[in-house]
């Protein structure tokens, strides 16, 4: 029997169950015929999404400097996930898009996670996963909706 | 009102949660004295930890390039939290280990997540927050011990 994680502190159970999370998803990802995606690219990727987003947005979302977010936007280009179009609004500026190949890549993510989170009920009870759930989108909601102290 | 997160999968309420716990965690750090300090940068010294590290193993854990955790290490060094000792094991490579000034950094962020966690556990009520803590907890204990599909 391992050692329970009870007396980790919330902030440690909540980012080993992220990285759990994460590290599933890259697998399924990989199973899928993507075995060349990390999670930072999948990520932008998302953030990118049907709207389109300038580089420059991401490095500042993403708390990057502009140049490794180049890299990054470089590496997905060359992958095939994403393209650039001349941004409507300013004949200068390029916006980033999802390819067809980025848009099905994004897809197949979401499904993934859906099939975790099916399984993560079924592993403690549908009524506790519920349970769980609710309490913490009701922090989650104080959080973001009160002032933080 | 704002409108709940209850809709939201799990997934999405861990990420921002964590996001959540992140911001507040450096904004504390700000308050304390430690205006430039990043999540990322926090996240490498908490790895460094008392033990010390390698870069090229920080590298892999945190799945970024030699060149990029290179930079990151550097930026840390300069600032001071960082500093460089031999490997007594082998006389050719160099192990990092936190200065003092970093020993004092990662200590006030453990205060400072636990003081987070306090406000948490108020918000939502103590029972409901033990409740959740451990149903997560049982949660992880599940995903980090039985083979992952």
Do not use: N
């Not at 999802?98 to 399984?119: D, F, H, M, N, S």
């Not at 104080?142 to 102290?149: I, K, Q, T, W």
């Amino acid at each position: 029997m391992p050692i329970p994680h009870v007396a980790d502190p919330l902030g440690v159970i909540l980012l080993r169950l992220q990285r759990s999370l994460e590290r599933e998803l890259i697998q399924g990802l990989q199973a899928g015929g993507y075995p060349d995606i990390r999670m930072r690219q999948l990520s932008v990727l998302d953030a990118v999404g049907a709207d389109g987003a300038k580089a420059a947005a991401l490095a500042a979302r993403f708390d990057m400097t502009k140049q490794s977010m180049g890299e990054l936007i470089d590496d997905l280009e060359r992958s095939g996930y994403l393209g650039r179009a001349q941004d409507p609004s300013d004949r200068r500026a390029r916006i980033l898009e999802l390819t067809p190949r980025g848009k099905v890549a994004t897809e197949q993510c979401r499904q993934i996670v859906q099939a975790i989170e099916r399984r993560y009920e079924s592993l403690i009870g549908a009524s506790r996963y519920h349970e769980t759930r609710m309490s913490l989108a009701a922090l989650l909601e104080h959080l973001e909706d009160g002032p933080v102290s």
